[in-house]
């Protein structure tokens, strides 16, 4: 099966990854062309910390064919779209000439909305749907740190659903599997997307509006209280719509398994609106149980009033509240929490300023402690933060 990936980030990487060690024919769509380079040659690593003291596992580089257009690649058998959903439509227009009209496209998008983008210009019958048990974070120029938890780690349904989409649906997942990972075609892709969207809606946003990771701010009770409120309307809307939804299996089964992987790391619509100052994903989490409750006449006034305080935020990256220091031009602030740092290193060598510094003591963990040396040289690059494996560095700009 032919195959390109449309936003090959770190987990568009880590699928296509997987989708060719189950033998397809795959390409990757970066934007870079040294990441493209890096990609082809070496290949790419995925790493993953599964051991019982974290200890790490990681495969062989894995060559891929990388390329930053879609020039001279021809049709192909299917497009996975894994680009942010604000950025699905522009992605979309410039991969045309790989979309031909038995081009399947896949969406593992976060959040829902993504299919109603890509059915302005795709066939109903062609456009597949799913959601992710996955993480991966890419550490260095093609090198991903990942985890796959739950049972499945791709679940995948088709928005027509006939024997033809079944059969193509089975061929994909079977790809997936033969490569090493979970996945299954399935008839109620419904539930699965929603629940996975009822955890994004429980923490993603709140996080970057509280400005604290997952495990902190679900430590807090006023926190989980607003999240359960939050996540009750978008159950009442899908359940107006026919999606079959159990707050009691969401709370038992759904919520704790999410948690036992993501609770360390800052959500990525936190990264987002707290290092990146990037556009976020919050109209295909929040916004869609706003737009889709509005249509079903079932009111959703915390998910609303969240959706509008973070499109606040996003408009308004440069006038937010910022400590100022004495010295001129922009500055970062760079904190590691030291109950989160192994010691291994990585943010030293990447930092390309040497801002980062080990000292000749240990840290709490008994592990060699960072620290913070010369911050004025810092230019806010993001490189520490991205290369950590233990999310352990934040870094801000301050002015
Ligand atoms: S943001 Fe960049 S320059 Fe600043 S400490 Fe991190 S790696 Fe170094
Ligand atoms: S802060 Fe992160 S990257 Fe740096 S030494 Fe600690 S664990 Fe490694």
Redesign the pocket.
């Known amino acids: 099966m032919k195959i390109a990936v449309l936003g090959a980030g770190a987990m568009g990487s880590m699928l296509g990854a997987f989708l060719k060690l189950g033998g397809a024919d795959v390409t990757l769509l970066v934007r870079r062309k040294e990441l493209a380079a890096k990609m082809a040659d070496p290949g790419i690593v995925m790493r993953s910390y599964t051991g019982a003291d974290g200890e790490k596992t990681e495969t062989a580089p894995i060559p891929m064919k990388a390329a930053v257009s879609c020039e001279g690649l021809g049709e192909m058998d299917a497009v996975l779209v894994m680009v942010k959903g604000c950025d699905t439509k522009s992605a979309l227009e410039g991969a045309s000439s790989i979309i031909g009209k038995d081009t399947k496209v896949i969406t593992l998008q976060n959040g829902i909305g993504n299919t109603d983008i890509i059915a302005k210009t795709v066939a109903p019958e062609n456009i597949y749907y799913g959601c992710l048990n996955m993480s991966a974070i890419m550490s260095a120029p093609a090198v991903l740190d990942t985890g796959l938890f739950g049972d499945v780690n791709v679940a995948l349904g088709a928005v027509v659903k006939g024997e033809e989409q079944k059969k193509f649906g089975d061929e994909f997942a079977d790809i997936l599997n033969k490569g090493g990972i979970k996945a299954v075609y399935t008839e109620d892709i419904d539930t699965e997307v929603w629940n996975k969207l009822l955890v994004n809606i429980a923490v993603n946003a709140g996080c970057g509006l509280v400005r604290m990771r997952g495990g902190e701010a679900g430590a807090d009770q006023e926190f989980v209280l607003l999240a359960v409120d939050m996540v009750k309307e978008a159950i009442a809307v899908g359940m107006a719509m026919g999606v079959k939804l159990d707050i009691n299996h969401f709370m038992t089964h759904v919520l704790p398994s999410a948690r036992k992987t993501s609770g360390l790391h800052y959500p990525s619509m936190a990264q987002d609106m707290l290092m990146k100052k990037a556009p976020t994903e919050i109209d295909f989490i929040n916004g869609a149980v706003e737009r889709l409750g509005k249509k079903a006449g079932i009111p959703t006034p915390l998910n609303q009033t969240i959706t509008r305080l973070v499109h606040v935020i996003e408009r308004n990256y440069d006038k937010q509240y910022v400590e100022k220091s004495a010295k001129s031009g922009p500055s970062f602030k760079v904190s590691?929490a030291e109950k989160?740092?192994?010691?291994?290193?990585?943010?030293?060598k990447y930092c390309p300023k040497q801002v980062?510094k080990a000292e000749d003591s240990l840290n709490a963990k008994g592990?060699?402690k960072?620290k913070v040396d010369n911050i004025s040289d810092c230019i806010g690059c993001l490189s520490?933060s991205t290369?950590?494996?233990?999310a352990?560095?934040t870094v801000v700009k301050e002015d």
Do not use: R
Request: with cysteine; hydrophobic share 45%; glycine share 10%.
């Open positions: 590691i989160f740092c192994k010691g291994c290193g990585y943010c030293i980062l592990y060699v960072v520490c290369v950590c494996p233990e352990a560095i």
